[in-house]
């Protein structure tokens, strides 16, 4: 495979993440709504859209790094910066894809950062609803054994004295 090759396919390779990475965005921002509106199964389906998601972009990134490598070691460079523009001109295009994404990865990863806190907070009321449940429920327990103390089959009697001094 020769350069220009090589460059066209880690385009290729990078527009393919990006769509991917669009529609993990969208993913992402249905998460969103979903913890907003407490719809915990509609979130869990999009958890595992997401992690398909994930797993279909680790794949093009173990492809892109294995041609990113060959590209490197073909001409001989430490990084992609030093790739001649005038000689390879397609370099722009692999360059502003890249920037595409990592700008993209950014702006999935703030809203994520929201979704992470939201979550976290909905967490945190559950354990204090639980916690006052419990102690309701240890309260009602200590009731009921004082309500049955005073509820039994001779609590209509006053009091029986036995004189054993005779």
Partial sequence: ??????INSLIQISEMKYNSMKEIQEITKMQKIDIENSNSDSLINYIEKKQDKIEDINKLDNQFYSLYIKLKEDLDIDSI??????????????????????????????????NNKKVKEELEKIKENLKNIKNDKKSLSNNMKAYKGYNTKYNHAQGVFIDNKK
């Avoid at 495979?1 to 090589?6: C, F």
């Fill in 1 to 6: 495979m020769n350069i220009k090759d090589l």
């Fill in 81 to 114: 910066e030093n790739i001649d523009v005038q000689k390879y001109p397609e370099i722009k295009e692999l360059k502003s894809k890249i920037e595409n994404i990592l700008k993209l990865t950014k702006e999935i990863d703030e809203i994520d950062k929201v």
